[in-house]
């Protein structure tokens, strides 16, 4: 049997964890969604417990510490039952139709981790910064040079797969840089990446964006740390 679950991971989303919860909602496709409250200390818990209370499948959970979003998602995961599993960030700057596309996909093609791009395809997408923008260019071509495979963006909020195989991954990465790892050890595995274009609508600093220069840094360490190329060498 086929089902999905959904982790969103949140901390100080006061302003935008409801309206993005609503969006999976309405696409109807998850047995559960998973709210993690990574310590939020403005009012981002009280909205999730409200949810939670409202909605039989929105189950809410708190991490025991406070050490990033790849720590909130390995919590979550020992709570997913489903067939396949996604991460959707508790901003507006992801849609959830586009998981509901890449669902049907992942149905279709075992032993694959669909990811969402924001690249290829011409569905609507706003870049705000140019740094960022042309840093993730950067980034995907490095990641494709050194796992001599390539893919158009790999910072991208939706990666779906199956759930035990992401379970047997054993991540242990505590930031950002989680989409990382779970590329590169998929790669490893043997399953195939199958790119789905995906909407974008990014977000300013001053309206929460939480994603910084040290953290892409540590991304780009991880990128070099966790490919093939660098498992050749040792």
Known sequence: ?????VIVPFYNEEKYLYE???RLIVEKIFEKIILVNDLSNDNSFEIAQNLSNNYEQIHLISTSIQIG????????LEHVETSHVIVHDADLEYFPEDITEMYKIAIKNKDSLILGSRTIGDKKRTNLYRTTFYAQKIYALLFSILNNHRLTD??????LLETEQLKSMNISENGFSIEIEVLSKALKEGLSIVEVPI???GRSYQD???????DGLKILLKIISSSKFASFLK
């Open 1 to 5: 049997m086929n089902n999905i679950t």
């Open 20 to 22: 993005s919860v609503q």
């Open 69 to 76: 979003k790849g720590n909130a998602i390995r919590e979550a």
């Open 154 to 159: 790999i910072a991208s909020c939706y990666w």
């Open 199 to 201: 909407k974008y609508e």
């Open 208 to 214: 929460g964006k939480k994603i910084r220069l040290l």
